[in-house]
């Protein structure tokens, strides 16, 4: 819990309730995010993970929709998970015999209340929503059902009409409420305002179900908790409808956090959980997303890793191991000398004061050329500096290009690889190609290399013009290198851009 709230919140009026369920829906809810469908071996993959984070329920589907769906429902039953399963049905029995013949023995039944609902979906008045509401908890109730009920659009629904619907549902024996902000609108002041009013009037627990249409879920979900609201409807990344509902790693971790509410969840598989139903729904999550996004404990400008490395509390709110994510700091054009220090020191190299300078401004410029410094980037830099009193492992001793009209380009290439020296000769679609083809053949034995990127830029005009050459290569370990070269030969500055990098390659290679 940070500091100073311990303080501010014994000041402030909030209605906790003794115990917050977390209920999941990441398997219906979720998997009604446009775009997305999951396997009942995703479904199981997913389920199992919710249930090892501590999950109170999981809502694994809505069987009435597919026979997959009863399948998938069925299968995770079988697991015997310890979160409490539930199944999707309307306010229809066909539906109660889906969750039924999928073995389980919760429901979340719901219908449309609000008047957009019921004149333009369901055709029905006021009278007929209570009669077929209360005919569908009772049937439910009958078939030994654990039944919460949710009034569609809850928020758009006429206060009256919902609080006459969640009375005769109580009566009708419904064992949660839940409030659905179907479309997002509510705000944490309209969401206080309503849940207090909810919590006054019915003693039954209150469950919350909100939608992200503007962005506000999480606060809005955390403010019915205040008010008293009993059970969360969350999503792992905030999977859902449209723009998704509240996110479950949002709320676990700002209860955790800011309220000192531990619920009792595993937090250190968020991350890898946050992964896993990436990976499989398709919707990877952007590198800004609170508690899982790649930026989520990432640092790059001076100042803040300046002070994340004496004291990681200065810019992070709560530790990635939490969560199990981990901190990265980044390379660019706000990177400050000690980041780069303490890279250097974790890969174990030293640097003087001049070499460090260099190496420093060669990150600052790749940086203010819009290129990002990767930790391979730096080594190689840092090693290049340090073997630059040092032979270069190839040199380029000669090269001649022959070409004409209907005929492939030929390159001759010499060059002294570790002191030897080796020349051949090749074809490509043009000269550039046909050079490196021959480099290829030459460096053969001694490393194998893959060109990821060639960017050729003409620094002056005319037909005299530099050229700079920028390449990025990498090995077939996983070092990636750049390297860069300027001349007025196209060909000749290709060559040594990409030996360049090779060069650096080597290096990093010899000295793991
Ligand atoms: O958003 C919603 O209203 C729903 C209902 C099924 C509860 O998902
Ligand atoms: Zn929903």
Not at 28 to 53: H, M, S
Request: aromatic letters at 4%.
């Amino acid at each position: 819990m940070f500091t100073n709230d311990i303080e501010i919140l014994k000041n402030v009026d909030m209605n906790l309730p003794d115990k917050i369920y977390i209920f999941d829906t990441t398997l219906r809810d979720g998997e009604q995010t446009p775009g997305v469908a999951l396997t009942t071996d995703e479904k199981i993959q997913i389920a199992q993970k919710l249930n090892n984070l501590g999950v109170d329920k999981i809502e694994v589907g809505f069987p009435a929709s597919s026979h997959g769906e009863i399948e998938s429902a069925k299968r995770i039953s079988e697991m015997d998970l310890d979160s409490t399963l539930v199944g999707l049905a309307r306010s229809l029995e066909k539906d109660f015999d889906a969750v039924l013949d999928a073995d389980l023995e919760y429901v979340h039944t719901f219908i449309g209340t609000s008047q957009l609902h019921r004149d333009y979906k369901l055709k029905m008045d006021k009278e007929k929503i209570i009669e077929t509401s209360v005919s569908a908890v009772e049937y439910a109730k009958d078939h030994g059902l654990t039944v919460e009920f949710s009034a569609e659009d809850a928020t758009r629904t006429e206060r009256d009409f919902l609080f006459e619907v969640f009375t005769e549902v109580v009566s009708a024996g419904a064992d949660f409420i839940d409030v659905p902000d179907t479309v997002g609108i509510l705000t944490p002041v309209l969401t206080r305002e309503l849940i207090t009013d909810i919590k006054n009037n019915f003693t039954a627990p209150i469950s919350v179900h909100f939608h992200n249409d503007f962005g506000l879920a999480t606060a809005n979900t955390l403010t019915a908790i205040e008010c008293g609201a009993n059970q969360a409807h969350v999503t792992i990344n905030g999977l859902g409808e449209r723009t998704g509902n509240c996110s479950l790693e949002e709320l676990v971790m700002t209860l955790k956090s800011a309220y000192g509410i531990d619920l009792g969840l595993d937090t250190t598989r968020l991350y890898s959980l946050s992964n896993l139903v990436g990976r499989l729904t398709g919707i990877k999550m952007p590198v800004n997303k609170p508690i899982v996004g790649d930026n989520a404990f990432a640092h790059e400008s001076g100042i803040h890793v300046h002070g994340i490395l004496n004291n990681s509390s200065t810019y992070e709110p709560i530790s990635p191991e939490m969560v199990g994510h981990s901190r990265r700091i980044v390379l660019g054009k706000h990177t400050g000398a000690n980041a780069v220090k303490s890279k250097l020191k974790e890969n174990h190299i030293d640097l003087n004061d001049d070499q460090f300078q260099k190496v420093f401004d060669e990150i600052k410029s790749l940086g203010d050329s819009g290129k990002c410094v990767t930790d391979d980037d730096l080594i190689a830099i840092a090693i290049t500096e340090l073997s630059s009193a040092r032979e270069t492992p190839i040199v380029i001793k000669g090269l001649s290009i022959s070409m004409g009209a209907n005929v492939s380009p030929t390159a001759t290439v010499k060059l002294e690889i570790d002191g030897e020296e080796k020349e051949t000769a090749s074809t490509g679609v043009g000269p550039i190609d046909a050079a490196l083809n021959a480099i290829r053949q030459l460096v053969q034995g001694t490393m194998d290399i893959e060109l990821e990127e060639y960017n050729l830029e003409a620094i002056t005009g005319g037909t005299d013009a530099l050229a700079e050459v920028f390449v990025i290569s990498s090995d077939s370990h996983g070092n990636t290198s750049t390297g860069r070269s300027t001349s007025q030969d196209i060909v000749m500055a290709s060559i040594l851009a990409v030996l360049d990098s090779m060069n650096k390659l080597l290096l990093i290679q010899r000295a793991k």
